[in-house]
């Protein structure tokens, strides 16, 4: 397996992946939409609202906001010592009070762990004169599996390196060059040539125009079978390095799980074996 | 309200909704959205679609 970053920033990531099955690929994927856990609101006690806005519509928007996460100091409620039941190892409490008029905005939220915070300036409730809203907000670990409020990842996809060859044959007519929406082909020293071979969507439009393509294969859209261009980006809960490795520690915690497992069913089958 | 998230993708828009109507006033909304970082297109219809009615229903509240 081979990785090759193309960008890597704060929030998003372009990287290239080579030597390994589609399988796996879209098994990170996976794991960065729906199994790496991340904080978000999950209960709201709503004391006072007389905004124009529901109870509900507002526990919603609250649920929303990406909450600066650090996993190391939070587990899942269903993995706590306290068994769920709610403990500071488990679930953080943010407070919100504010009377109009005024437009209320995600960091007004004031949180009991001050590393906890709204990544996003978010706003929330627009107040008018006597509007007044007062709760408290509990925020939880949670995946993507339960509810896209705990989805670290946003937009995470992959697609084949695309692989352009242009034949001897090619007469250099243009007509692809134009036809090509993502620009990666130019004619230069009148021959056909790619520029920019990642940008290419797959569409093959190039292919459908060129008329030397009904007798000969002069151009072909193809791909490599074992690379994969992946994109990824966050909410902004947890750096995109950090939810890149999780999602691959993840895949890797759960494949032993499951050798673990096989290697029960093995001893059982040998010991029923033994015994008939 | 705008809504907190893209419906489709997930991505948090709500926080470039105030700059974006003040400046589509004068600007070109597809500039605009460039510049706020709004890349996809389902984010940008976000945007464009939107219609604030907080002011139309807070008098009767």
């Not at chain 1, 409020?149 to 034949?167: D, E």
């Not at chain 1, 940008?199 to 002069?218: F, M």
Request: proline share 4%; glycine share 6%.
């Amino acid at each position: 397996m081979k990785v090759e970053i193309i960008e890597l920033g704060d929030r998003a990531a372009k990287f290239v992946l080579s030597g390994v099955a589609p399988a796996f690929v879209n098994s990170i994927r996976r794991a960065m939409l729906a199994e790496v856990p991340t904080l978000a609101i999950d209960y709201v006690n709503i004391y006072d609202n007389t905004s124009v806005l529901f109870d509900e519509q507002l526990a919603l928007r609250l649920g929303l906001i990406p909450l600066i996460t650090d996993l190391d100091s939070y587990v899942l409620p269903s993995e706590c010592s306290c068994g769920g039941e709610g403990c500071s190892q488990c679930q953080v409490s943010l407070t919100l009070s504010a009377e109009g008029p005024k437009t209320v905005y995600s960091t007004e939220l004031v949180s009991a762990d001050p590393s906890v915070m709204p990544a996003e300036v978010v706003p929330l409730i627009k107040l008018s004169e006597r509007h007044r809203i007062s709760l408290e907000a509990i925020a939880r670990l949670g995946t993507g599996h339960d509810h896209a409020k705990w989805q670290a990842g946003i937009a995470c996809g992959y697609k084949n390196v695309p692989k352009i060859t242009i034949s001897d044959e090619c007469d250099a007519c243009g007509m692809c060059v134009d036809a090509c929406p993502r620009g990666v082909l130019v004619i230069a020293d009148d021959v056909v040539k790619v520029v920019d071979e990642r940008a290419c969507s797959l569409c093959r439009l190039c292919e459908g125009v060129c008329e030397l393509n009904k007798i000969y294969d002069v151009i072909k859209v193809g791909t490599h079978p074992d690379s994969f261009i992946v994109t990824a980006e966050t909410d902004g809960s947890i750096p995109i390095r950090e939810l890149i490795t999780r999602s691959a520690e993840n895949i890797s915690d759960r494949a032993e799980a499951l050798d673990g497992y096989l290697s029960v069913i093995d001893m059982e089958m040998e010991m029923d074996h033994h015994a008939t | 309200m705008i809504p907190v998230r893209c419906f489709t993708c997930g991505k948090v828009i709500s926080g470039a909704w105030e700059e974006y109507k003040k400046r589509t006033k004068l600007e070109d909304p597809a500039k605009v959205l460039d510049d706020l970082g709004i890349s996809r297109y389902c984010c940008r219809r976000m945007m464009l679609t939107h219609v604030e009615l907080v002011d139309e229903s807070s008098p009767y509240y």
